[in-house]
């Protein structure tokens, strides 16, 4: 069993900053990458940030500059560091670990920490 906790959630107004953490647990054999994903009222589901463990990160143009991510490889734990948030960054914010090689792959996602930017 793999469980995957978010935190670090709620309300901010525009321009403040917030900071997620996204813990996973339990059966990590081989952590192959961990991401955050949002997702805002009557929206898909889309990628902020992906942190491939061996290297390598993707960021959404929509949050370059903005969001910095950081881990600790010690803990399995990932952090997102967003700053100068904006209205259109409202959202469930789920943090996604996927497990294994390349060539397979388990996917675990986390139950999602609601931002919410409004003044």
């Known amino acids: 069993q793999v469980q995957v906790v978010e935190s670090g959630g709620g309300l901010v107004q525009p321009g403040g900053s917030l900071r997620l953490s996204c813990v996973a647990s339990g059966s990590i054999f081989r952590i192959y990458d961990m991401s955050w994903y949002r997702q805002a009222p009557g929206k898909q589901r889309e990628l902020v940030v992906a942190?491939?463990?061996?290297?390598?990160?993707k960021y959404a143009e929509s949050v370059k500059g903005r969001f910095n991510i950081s881990r600790d490889n010690a803990k399995n734990t990932l952090y997102l560091q967003m700053n100068s948030l904006k209205l259109e960054d409202t959202a469930v914010y789920y943090c996604n670990v996927r497990l294994g090689s390349s060539w397979s792959l388990s996917n675990y996602w986390g139950q999602g920490t609601q931002v919410t930017v409004s003044s």
């Open positions: 942190v491939i463990w061996t290297g390598g990160t």
